[in-house]
């Protein structure tokens, strides 16, 4: 089992920046695939940024330039840096991990931050 909370979100003015930390249980250094995904109001939860054990990284188009996800096996932590932010990225902000154990896939959500970008 993993428990991830997140922290970091709020409200922000457009163009203004906001840094997500998720925060895990157990060491991250095992887990295959660390993300975040937003879920906006009427739409379906999507993937913004991943990054994987060996710290290859991907970014939805939306978001490239302007988020850098990163973590920190010592603190079993995951970073989402948002610069440049936009209404459009006003979500629920979710951290996702994904464990391989035994061949089957584990998959692990936190409970969410809001993410407001507004004037």
């Known amino acids: 089992q993993v428990q991830l909370v997140e922290s970091g979100g709020g409200l922000v003015q457009p163009g203004g920046s906001l840094r997500l930390s998720c925060a895990a249980s157990r060491s991250i250094a095992s887990i295959d695939t660390m993300g975040w995904y937003r879920q906006s109001s009427g739409k379906q939860r999507e993937l913004v940024a991943g990054?994987?054990?060996?710290?290859?990284?991907n970014y939805a188009d939306s978001v490239k330039g302007r988020f850098t996800i990163s973590r920190d096996n010592a603190k079993n932590t995951v970073y989402l840096q948002m610069n440049s932010l936009k209404p459009e990225d006003t979500a629920v902000y979710y951290c996702?991990?994904?464990?391989?154990?035994?061949?089957?896939?584990?998959?692990?959500w936190g409970q969410g931050t809001q993410v407001t970008v507004s004037s």
């Open positions: 990054i994987t054990s060996g710290n290859s990284t």
């Open positions: 996702n991990a994904v464990r391989t154990l035994w061949k089957i896939q584990y998959s692990y």
